[in-house]
């Protein structure tokens, strides 16, 4: 079926033509794509084309995973190459910010062209494989040594290089020598045909490569998104935001407590009971295991007899307080006076 052209507005060949253009000025131009405002907006001119292009073939229907080759009109084949060309360009904006989203949408591109391309049995090569954890799931990998799985990668990558490599080098050599007939419309059926085909043959190999290159750019941007919510996200236990809590002293028993909190008011006393007690409602601490009543008669009298010498402390400490008020009111030598003259 021949594409035929759209009502009021651009030809399907004329929105192709636009964007292939744009393309090459912009592949031949040593100017930087950041550089100037042209260069982006030449490239946002190709992407409007070149969607255009794409709506018109989909309305069309153009392709059909229920045909062959053969039954594809030479003049069509062309538009074959419009995903391949919007992930091209797609690749060619410089917004930072956006840099993730233009990556997995020029993949999502190139893995269209390449899907058209296996269902028209169009060069051989093996599909990449998808990104989506749906898709991940889909085809579980069997467990493997895991030394071996990389050594075999590596091989299979390095050899899909090199074919890749001397296709290139010979389809480029074909395109050059049917080019110049076919641009000036003295091609025949069959070298036209011949010519496209060979074109698609190339954006395959350019989509291969390309879709390698933005996963490895797309592991570097993922770990950095993921770095830097690590960084933003809270630190540290639960509790670690709570008031710090104020200073205090802190006794084995009440009596000390009492004793402490005579000598020190501008401090509050507690008990080592009481300090877990108040740790255990805030739930930061558990309750203190407490030792059975009558399991240690030893231990028992111990405490007994720290309790005592803590009283008798209590009363040495008041007749210290009493002596250092007596000495502030009565000076130094205020009772040795019947020496004095």
Request: proline share 6%.
């Amino acid at each position: 079926m021949m594409a035929e052209a759209g009502a009021g507005g651009p030809r399907l060949a004329e929105l192709l033509a636009l964007g292939r253009r744009l393309w090459d000025e912009l592949e031949a131009s040593t100017e930087p794509s950041s550089g100037a405002p042209a260069v982006q907006d030449k490239v946002r001119e190709g992407l409007d084309a070149l969607q255009q292009a794409a709506a018109m073939v989909a309305q069309l229907e153009l392709f059909s995973e229920n045909e062959e080759l053969e039954e594809i009109a030479s003049a069509d084949l062309k538009f074959m190459l419009l995903p391949a060309l919007l992930g091209a360009m797609t690749l060619k904006q410089v917004d930072l910010s956006r840099r993730r989203e233009h990556l997995e949408t020029a993949r999502e591109h190139f893995m269209n062209f390449l899907k058209l391309c296996t269902n028209y049995r169009l060069g051989s090569f093996q599909l990449p494989p998808g990104t989506s954890r749906e898709e991940e799931a889909s085809s579980p990998s069997a467990p493997r040594d895991p030394t071996q799985p990389n050594l075999v990668a590596m091989a299979t990558s390095r050899a899909a290089k090199i074919e890749r490599y001397k296709q290139k080098k010979e389809l480029e050599n074909k395109l050059a020598s049917l080019s110049t007939s076919v641009e000036s419309g003295t091609a025949d059926e069959d070298q036209t045909r011949e010519f496209y085909i060979l074109q698609i043959q190339k954006w395959i190999n350019t989509s291969l490569e390309e879709i390698e290159s933005i996963d490895q750019e797309l592991v570097i941007l993922r770990s950095r998104d993921a770095a830097r919510q690590t960084a933003a996200a809270p630190r540290g236990p639960p509790w670690a935001a709570r008031t710090p809590m104020k200073p205090f002293i802190l006794t084995r028993t009440a009596a000390q407590a009492r004793v402490f909190g005579a000598g020190y008011p501008g401090l509050p006393t507690m008990t080592v009971d009481d300090w877990y007690e108040q740790r255990r409602r805030q739930g930061i601490a558990s309750t203190p295991q407490r030792v059975p009543a009558g399991a240690n008669d030893e231990e028992s009298q111990k405490q007994q007899q720290e309790t005592e010498e803590e009283e008798d402390d209590e009363e040495a400490l008041r007749k210290a307080r009493d002596w250092d008020d007596w000495k502030d009111t009565h000076p130094r030598g205020y009772g040795n006076r019947h020496n004095m003259g």
